[in-house]
């Protein structure tokens, strides 16, 4: 999954960096309102995390803006401002959620996990499909109650395709989910970690669908 | 527009015009009524003592001097029976007397007209020059008064005997004149006393009724249902009007600017402590373990000093704003639709728990409360937030509204709180159960901005076995916010 940092502070920006990418997520940073503005205009993310005051645009206006021009991906609000008339405004901007500073890590991977989890129309933290179970809070894989062990960028194929069950997965919207903006892009990578996936989990999870791309299913 | 009886209290600027006008209206009317009626009296008594001088000098041509040096008065062409009618009240006499005061020889009543009777007439002794006639007031022999007029006649031969001739007239018809005269005068004044005091009442009234209207304004501005001042006055009140509403702006920005440093300090202060936060979670939380045991001490410290700084910021920062905001006076908010705003926040911030929320029907028309919108707002969603953190499937709210009050009724069906321990809830910083996220300041909040508006919070048990909030606040004619609709 492919997550969108806004944060000008950078100590903070680079901890975040660092947290989300241990916790699974492909993450392209942005440290001022234009830059997130444009990154978020123009980029498919699964989620972002975005600083309210930031430079050139605050944080408020990013988000209206992509509203209005209709990108919807879930918005998870990280400002110093904690009082409730703030979060009414953010809210009423078009988060969906909101963190106020100072917070656990642990508490903004929760939110960000069920936020991405709701926008895919999914409600238990552990995705399943057949006897293929992720638990999005632990990051562990399981076939038939056993633990499996996958790479980085596996894992980010699998959670990708579980959180989208049954819908056919494009090669290119895959690599636009899992890598970011700044990694080097390979789409033929993925064919490579999707047999690797196969292997592990069997073949009959992931169908390929000619000429349009995967698609996670539950063996009959 | 507010009608007030036009005479106010003592001391008031409606009191202090009045009591002026009243003052220098009197004393005028005195002043003219003292005029008038001397004007008057002198006249008539001028046209009294007119008449008495034409008699005296009838009597002086009839007067002559007898042989033996006596007064002879022919008397056969006086016409006035009241020459002849005893104590008539018009009387003449003569006197005889000496050239020198000091002289002895001086006679009273030598002379004197038939309506004297046996009567004289006894004047104020004093010299009258040649040609000079002298006017005297006396009692007369009935007792009426007299004005009497007086002047000296003597002969050639006679050089120390001095002949003085009285005409004296009962003056009490006059003096009933002049009565009759001051009584109307008097009524005329009183009348005119009475109709200019009520003129007076009514320009005092009119001129002050843009007071009035600055009074009603600056009520609206005090209780919160308007911001300025925005009729338009008269050019000697505007001036005032224009700085009222300078200081009301200029109050206004400072608030916006202290609203806006204590959100810049919060910035400040809360980023730091998240990267510290963070960096004590990546320690504590380390999978490999290769963290020491002292860093890992450090980093528990470390933790634990962010969360109790976070709570003394977000305390006293919400005090701050709060009280920013409570000097500005009476400030209003519509309660529906912030309610349901709230309701809005709490359906996605708990959008995990799947939460039921039972809200009232909006309430038509607006209802507004005192208090202002962010604090109604902190006040709403906190009670809304430790319902949803303690709930198990619903948050029911309530209202209830009275004359002069609302009540807002937040309900759950979680474990709820003993009532021995309800008491301590409304204190700062107190959890009784750190099983759930929070700083234990949000009921403490509720408590105390609901006391900075006149209401009051009380916490009690709910009929599904929970807590009960019960947030009451006073009732405001208007919202400030000018929300024209409920549910908008």
Same mark, same amino acid.
């Given at each position: 999954m492919?997550?969108?940092?806004?944060?000008?502070?950078?100590?903070?920006?680079?901890?975040?960096?660092?947290?989300?990418?241990?916790?699974g997520?492909?993450?392209?940073?942005?440290?001022?309102?234009?830059?997130?503005?444009?990154?978020?205009?123009?980029?498919?993310?699964?989620?972002?995390?975005?600083?309210?005051?930031?430079?050139?645009?605050?944080?408020?206006?990013?988000?209206?803006?992509?509203?209005?021009?209709?990108?919807?991906?879930?918005?998870?609000?990280?400002?110093?401002?904690?009082?409730?008339?703030?979060?009414?405004?953010?809210?009423?901007?078009?988060?969906?959620?909101?963190?106020?500073?100072?917070?656990?890590?642990?508490?903004?991977?929760?939110?960000?996990?069920?936020?991405?989890?709701?926008?895919?129309?999914?409600?238990?933290?552990?995705l399943?499909c057949?006897?293929v179970q992720l638990?999005?809070?632990?990051g562990?894989v399981?076939l038939?109650?056993?633990?499996i062990?996958l790479t980085s960028h596996e894992f980010k194929v699998l959670a990708y395709l579980m959180h989208?069950?049954?819908?056919?997965?494009?090669?290119?919207?895959l690599?636009?989910?899992i890598?970011?903006?700044?990694?080097?892009?390979?789409?033929?990578?993925?064919?490579?970690f999707v047999?690797r996936l196969r292997?592990k989990l069997?073949?009959?999870h992931i169908?390929?669908?000619?000429?349009?791309?995967y698609?996670l299913?539950?063996?009959? | 527009?507010?009608?007030?009886?036009?005479?106010?209290?003592?001391?008031?600027?409606?009191?202090?015009?009045?009591?002026?006008?009243?003052?220098?209206?009197?004393?005028?009317?005195?002043?003219?009524?003292?005029?008038?009626?001397?004007?008057?009296?002198?006249?008539?008594?001028?046209?009294?003592?007119?008449?008495?001088?034409?008699?005296?000098?009838?009597?002086?041509?009839?007067?002559?001097?007898?042989?033996?040096?006596?007064?002879?008065?022919?008397?056969?062409?006086?016409?006035?029976?009241?020459?002849?009618?005893?104590?008539?009240?018009?009387?003449?006499?003569?006197?005889?007397?000496?050239?020198?005061?000091?002289?002895?020889?001086?006679?009273?009543?030598?002379?004197?007209?038939?309506?004297?009777?046996?009567?004289?007439?006894?004047?104020?002794?004093?010299?009258?020059?040649?040609?000079?006639?002298?006017?005297?007031?006396?009692?007369?022999?009935?007792?009426?008064?007299?004005?009497?007029?007086?002047?000296?006649?003597?002969?050639?031969?006679?050089?120390?005997?001095?002949?003085?001739?009285?005409?004296?007239?009962?003056?009490?018809?006059?003096?009933?004149?002049?009565?009759?005269?001051?009584?109307?005068?008097?009524?005329?004044?009183?009348?005119?006393?009475?109709?200019?005091?009520?003129?007076?009442?009514?320009?005092?009234?009119?001129?002050?009724?843009?007071?009035?209207?600055?009074?009603?304004?600056?009520?609206?501005?005090?209780?919160?249902?308007?911001?300025?001042?925005?009729?338009?006055?008269?050019?000697?009140?505007?001036?005032?009007?224009?700085?009222?509403?300078?200081?009301?702006?200029?109050?206004?920005?400072?608030?916006?600017?202290?609203?806006?440093?204590?959100?810049?300090?919060?910035?400040?202060?809360?980023?730091?402590?998240?990267?510290?936060?963070?960096?004590?979670?990546?320690?504590?939380?380390?999978?490999?373990?290769?963290?020491?045991?002292?860093?890992?001490?450090?980093?528990?410290?470390?933790?634990?000093?962010?969360?109790?700084?976070?709570?003394?910021?977000?305390?006293? &920062?919400?005090? $701050?704003?709060?009280?920013?905001? @409570?000097? /500005?006076?009476?400030? +209003?908010?519509? *309660?529906?639709? =912030?309610? #349901?705003?709230?309701?809005?926040?709490?359906?996605?911030?708990?959008?995990?728990?799947?939460?039921?929320?039972?809200?009232?029907?909006?309430?038509?028309?607006?209802?507004?409360?005192?208090?202002?919108?962010?604090?109604?707002?902190?006040?709403?969603?906190?009670?809304?937030?430790?319902?949803?953190?303690?709930?198990?499937?619903?948050?029911?709210?309530?209202?209830?509204?009275?004359?002069?009050?609302?009540?807002?009724?937040?309900?759950?069906?979680?474990?709820?709180?003993?009532?021995?321990?309800?008491?301590?809830?409304?204190?700062?910083?107190?959890?009784?159960?750190?099983?759930?996220?929070?700083?234990? &300041?949000?009921? $403490?909040?509720?408590?105390?901005? @609901?006391? /900075?508006?006149?209401? +009051?919070?009380? *916490?009690?048990? =709910?009929? #599904?076995?929970?807590?009960?909030?019960?947030?009451?606040?006073?009732?405001?004619?208007?919202?400030?916010?000018?929300?024209?609709?409920?549910?908008?």
């Amino acid at each position: 999954m492919r997550v969108l940092l806004v944060e000008d502070e950078p100590t903070l920006n680079r901890q975040l960096d660092m947290a989300l990418q241990q916790a699974g997520y492909s993450v392209d940073v942005s440290v001022n309102g234009q830059d997130a503005w444009a990154l978020g205009d123009t980029e498919p993310f699964d989620a972002v995390v975005l600083d309210l005051g930031l430079p050139q645009m605050d944080g408020l206006t990013v988000l209206r803006r992509w509203r209005s021009s209709g990108r919807h991906m879930p918005v998870l609000i990280l400002t110093a401002r904690d009082n409730w008339h703030d979060k009414v405004t953010g809210i009423d901007a078009g988060a969906d959620d909101y963190l106020t500073k100072p917070f656990h890590t642990a508490e903004l991977l929760a939110r960000l996990r069920g936020l991405i989890r709701r926008s895919s129309g999914l409600s238990s933290p552990v995705l399943s499909c057949g006897p293929v179970q992720l638990d999005t809070r632990s990051g562990l894989v399981t076939l038939d109650g056993q633990s499996i062990n996958l790479t980085s960028h596996e894992f980010k194929v699998l959670a990708y395709l579980m959180h989208h069950p049954g819908a056919v997965v494009s090669r290119t919207e895959l690599t636009e989910h899992i890598y970011a903006q700044d990694s080097d892009r390979d789409s033929n990578t993925i064919e490579v970690f999707v047999g690797r996936l196969r292997k592990k989990l069997g073949a009959s999870h992931i169908e390929t669908v000619r000429g349009l791309g995967y698609r996670l299913v539950a063996p009959s | 527009m507010i009608w007030r009886w036009p005479l106010a209290r003592p001391g008031s600027l409606r009191w202090r015009v009045l009591m002026a006008t009243l003052t220098g209206l009197t004393a005028s009317m005195l002043l003219a009524g003292w005029l008038l009626s001397s004007l008057f009296k002198e006249h008539v008594t001028r046209q009294f003592r007119s008449e008495l001088t034409i008699h005296l000098d009838q009597l002086a041509a009839r007067l002559s001097v007898g042989p033996q040096g006596q007064p002879v008065m022919d008397s056969a062409g006086l016409t006035d029976p009241r020459w002849q009618r005893p104590l008539s009240g018009r009387y003449w006499q003569v006197d005889e007397r000496r050239a020198q005061p000091t002289q002895a020889g001086a006679r009273i009543g030598v002379l004197r007209s038939r309506s004297l009777w046996d009567g004289t007439l006894e004047l104020p002794p004093d010299v009258v020059a040649d040609g000079s006639v002298h006017t005297h007031t006396i009692s007369g022999p009935a007792g009426q008064p007299l004005l009497v007029v007086e002047r000296s006649v003597h002969t050639a031969e006679q050089t120390q005997t001095v002949w003085t001739l009285i005409v004296a007239a009962d003056f009490h018809e006059s003096e009933q004149a002049l009565q009759s005269f001051n009584g109307m005068l008097t009524a005329a004044l009183g009348a005119m006393i009475t109709l200019l005091t009520l003129s007076a009442v009514a320009q005092v009234w009119v001129a002050l009724s843009p007071m009035r209207a600055l009074e009603e304004e600056a009520a609206a501005v005090s209780n919160g249902s308007q911001q300025r001042l925005t009729r338009t006055y008269p050019s000697e009140v505007q001036p005032l009007v224009s700085h009222l509403n300078a200081a009301l702006d200029a109050q206004a920005e400072h608030l916006s600017r202290a609203k806006t440093q204590a959100g810049n300090l919060a910035h400040a202060l809360k980023t730091p402590l998240a990267v510290m936060q963070h960096a004590a979670d990546h320690a504590l939380t380390d999978a490999d373990a290769s963290v020491p045991p002292v860093a890992q001490a450090l980093a528990q410290t470390v933790s634990q000093q962010v969360e109790l700084a976070r709570k003394q910021v977000d305390w006293h &920062l919400r005090r $701050a704003q709060a009280a920013a905001r @409570a000097g /500005l006076g009476k400030t +209003s908010c519509s *309660l529906w639709p =912030s309610l #349901a705003s709230m309701v809005r926040v709490m359906g996605r911030v708990h959008a995990d728990r799947r939460i039921r929320f039972d809200l009232p029907e909006p309430v038509s028309p607006p209802l507004a409360v005192e208090a202002d919108e962010q604090d109604l707002h902190e006040m709403l969603g906190n009670l809304l937030d430790n319902a949803c953190k303690w709930t198990t499937t619903c948050v029911s709210i309530k209202l209830e509204i009275t004359d002069a009050h609302a009540t807002v009724l937040v309900e759950d069906d979680g474990p709820g709180i003993p009532p021995s321990l309800r008491r301590d809830m409304l204190m700062r910083g107190v959890r009784l159960d750190e099983s759930a996220p929070g700083s234990g &300041l949000g009921l $403490a909040i509720v408590n105390d901005l @609901a006391h /900075l508006y006149n209401g +009051s919070l009380v *916490l009690g048990s =709910s009929s #599904a076995g929970g807590l009960s909030a019960v947030l009451t606040l006073r009732r405001l004619s208007q919202p400030s916010d000018g929300v024209p609709t409920v549910g908008a």
